[in-house]
């Protein structure tokens, strides 16, 4: 299921991250970074914050920098626009933001699912769709984000920052795996769904 989730996360990430959107946050992240480093170098020639000799300051004020420009990229606004609009039981729904599923599917995407009902068909189709393009969005935001707080974590440990910050990135970290064995889990069904002749 983690090998799914990964070839399925390759293949539609094209679809659910805008390339454009994707570029305008790249150099948003960059200019944060610059902007970053200009400012704690500045602080750093002026209070000496660091507490490190000249090569450890550095390496700090890198960590840190790379940590905002990472953690910058991962809150800009990176989804593609999507022609129709999406419902979950009748409900519209914003395509980006579906993270869950209705009950009756929910069963399709556990360990060990049944094989699916012909009148549950459809709703599979619709919300593992709909699921794949929300968790899709998660993986590529919450690595940057978990990134950009581990390297900005392990600068301030550096500089005698509680341990503690890069311990809880890590630990938020393993939940991209869990993640991706979900997002497998759906295309899974999603497949499976497809594979059913269409009730009249």
């Not at 610059?34 to 400012?39: C, D, E, G, S, W």
């Not at 940057?144 to 990135?169: D, E, K, Q, R, S």
């Amino acid at each position: 299921m983690f090998r799914l989730g990964w070839e399925t996360y390759r293949q539609v990430v094209h679809e659910v991250v805008s390339p454009a959107r994707a570029r305008r946050a790249f150099g948003i992240a960059v200019v944060c970074t610059v902007l970053a480093a200009v400012v704690m170098t500045a602080l750093e020639a002026a209070v000496h914050w660091t507490g490190h000799d000249a090569p450890g300051a550095a390496v700090v004020i890198a960590l840190l920098s790379l940590g905002v420009g990472s953690v910058a990229f991962a809150c800009c606004r990176l989804t593609a626009p999507v022609a129709p609009n999406a419902t979950i039981n009748g409900r519209e729904v914003r395509p980006d933001t579906a993270r869950s599923l209705r009950w009756s599917v929910q069963r399709y995407v556990g360990a060990r699912p049944p094989a699916i009902a012909p009148e549950d068909r459809e709703a599979v189709l619709v919300d593992t769709a709909l699921f794949r393009r929300g968790v899709t969005l998660d993986l590529t935001r919450g690595t940057a984000l978990i990134g950009g707080g581990l390297l900005a974590a392990t600068g301030l440990t550096v500089v005698g920052a509680p341990p503690l910050w890069p311990v809880l990135m890590v630990i938020y970290g393993a939940n991209l795996p869990a993640t991706l064995l979900r997002l497998g889990r759906a295309e899974r069904a999603r497949r499976a769904a497809e594979a059913l002749t269409p009730r009249p």
